[in-house]
């Protein structure tokens, strides 16, 4: 089966600094995604990738950008954290038009 | 939620009893994907569908495009059945996963 890693799993940050969310995947797929989970809403996508070099909007991207250096790595960054970026935060990887795989989720708490 | 509506959105069942859960679709959605997210939290595959009907041991899903609905049938619920089931749609153009709000299923010994 695909995988997806994520890193950290969890991540205490204070506000107003910055995190990064790395993930990486090795089964060669060119979309990668980053949602994020939070009760009443389900999941949300903020930023997705069709290959390395692009970036593009999700749905909710304010206060977030994203980096694809390679076809592997998708990175989510928090240039200046708030709280209410406190929430479980997925990366997922597909082909185009196929099936899509999520990594096991990172909990980031800002403080 | 609104592009994508799951039901129920909570269902209690006995162990060893059936149910069906129903996403329908505002958006021509072209392909859809079946998720387990479990206690930890991981969302677990289950199933992704073109037009048609899917199977997989006590589960078996349907997605109807023209009438804009999928549904997951489980049978013979297992205590390790619990957890919420989430359905997403792609509409082939966007190339992203739209996600219903999900339906949070306990299964009772």
């Known amino acids: 089966e695909a995988a997806v890693t994520q890193s950290p799993r969890n991540k205490v940050a204070v506000t107003g600094g910055k995190v990064t969310l790395s993930c990486n995947q090795t089964?060669?797929?060119?979309?990668m995604y980053w949602y994020r989970q939070d009760t009443g809403h389900g999941l949300r996508l903020i930023h997705y990738?069709?290959?390395?070099?692009?970036?593009e909007k999700g749905d909710i991207p304010d206060g977030y950008k994203a980096s694809r250096p390679s076809q592997e790595n998708f990175s989510l960054i928090l240039e200046l954290a708030t709280p209410s970026q406190t929430s479980v935060y997925f990366c997922?990887?597909?082909?185009?038009?196929?099936?899509?795989?999520f990594g096991k989720g990172t909990r980031l708490t800002v403080v | 939620g609104d592009k994508v509506k799951q039901s129920p959105s909570a269902l209690s069942l006995q162990e060893g009893t059936n149910s069906a859960l129903r996403c329908n679709f505002s958006i021509a959605a072209t392909t859809v994907q079946w998720f387990l997210q479990n206690p930890r939290g991981s969302l677990i595959n289950l199933f992704y569908?073109?037009?048609g009907t899917k199977e997989n041991g006590r589960l078996k899903s349907t997605f109807n495009s023209k009438e804009s609905y999928s549904t997951l049938h489980i049978r013979d619920a297992q205590l390790e059945d619990s957890g919420t089931y989430f359905c997403a749609a792609d509409t082939g153009n966007t190339r992203k996963l739209i996600f219903g709000l999900g339906t949070t299923l306990q299964v009772q010994p």
């Open positions: 569908l073109v037009p």
């Open positions: 990738s069709y290959g390395a070099g692009s970036t």
């Open positions: 997922a990887s597909g082909l185009r038009g196929g099936e899509v795989f």
């Open positions: 089964n060669n797929h060119n979309n």
